[in-house]
């Protein structure tokens, strides 16, 4: 199928607001995208099976996810990446060794090695519930993507491991972590060569250190008024706050709204 654009948003501080939600002009406007033949694509760290709700607000079923470690097309997965559960299990000793903690994603479901005051302020932080309790769920699960719940532990985990994954700070509590080389970046080229959408324009909607790779790969990269300065820096147009229009604004900037 040929798309006139391909529109992909990061969740966390773009399309979603602080509650974690869809506000009700975001929905509508990316139903209208669809409706123009213009393709939304939800580029995220998150996993779908920890908001499933979003997902099915939007009526989006395109996405990279997990940084990069996911990537659907049409409900299709065309790409899953796996951590070695034996780099895995090193991770995990090294979170109980200094009382951190360690969450295991996949497409479909989440899990936590353990719940303390500084996984529940993660969540918190991310307006989402507390993952279960399952230190052996990489064991019997395949993991796509690892959070590191810690907040200043980084170089216990980055020195180590740094050959293997590739770590993102996006929050005060945790690092995003995938196998080395998975990005956003990685995701949205995956996603177009597999699906032969190298001639459609592409623009991307982003604030966070993980979309950087994101803003950098896409024709037209667009920063939210509440992005962090890199993310800015690397705008062609930096539009309003998520909380104050800015996704409309930005889609209507670039002649995507009517």
Do not use: C, W
């Not at 992909?8 to 974690?20: H, K, Y």
């Not at 969450?103 to 993660?122: C, E, M």
């Not at 279960?132 to 810690?150: A, C």
Request: glycine share 8%; aromatic share 10%; hydrophobic share 35%.
């Amino acid at each position: 199928m040929t798309y006139r654009a391909l529109v992909f948003f990061d969740l966390d501080g773009t399309l979603m607001n602080p509650q974690s939600q869809l506000d009700a002009d975001v929905r509508a406007a990316v139903h209208s995208l669809r409706e123009q033949n213009i393709l939304p694509i939800i580029s995220t760290g998150r996993s779908p099976g920890e908001i499933p709700t979003i997902f099915e607000q939007a009526g989006i079923n395109t996405y990279v996810a997990l940084n990069g470690g996911l990537v659907v097309y049409n409900g299709r997965p065309i790409y899953e990446g796996a951590i070695a559960k034996a780099t895995i299990a090193k991770m995990l000793a090294v979170t109980e060794s200094h009382g951190d903690a360690l969450a295991y994603y996949n497409g479909t479901d989440f899990r936590i090695s353990r719940l303390n005051d500084l996984v529940k302020a993660q969540y918190d932080y991310v307006s989402t519930p507390y993952p279960p309790v399952d230190p052996n769920f990489y064991k019997t699960n395949p993991v796509q993507m690892l959070l590191v719940i810690t907040v200043d532990n980084d170089k216990r985990y980055i020195y180590p491991y740094g050959d293997q994954l590739t770590f993102y700070r996006n929050t005060p509590y945790s690092l995003d972590t995938v196998l080395k080389g998975e990005s956003k970046q990685f995701g949205i080229n995956t996603l177009i060569k597999k699906m032969g959408l190298t001639d459609v324009p592409t623009y991307a909607f982003g604030d966070g250190v993980n979309d950087i790779p994101m803003l950098e790969t896409v024709d037209h990269p667009i920063a939210m008024g509440n992005g962090i300065t890199a993310v800015k820096d690397r705008a062609e147009y930096i539009t309003a706050k998520n909380t104050e229009g800015g996704i409309v604004q930005g889609l209507r900037h670039f002649n995507l709204l009517p």
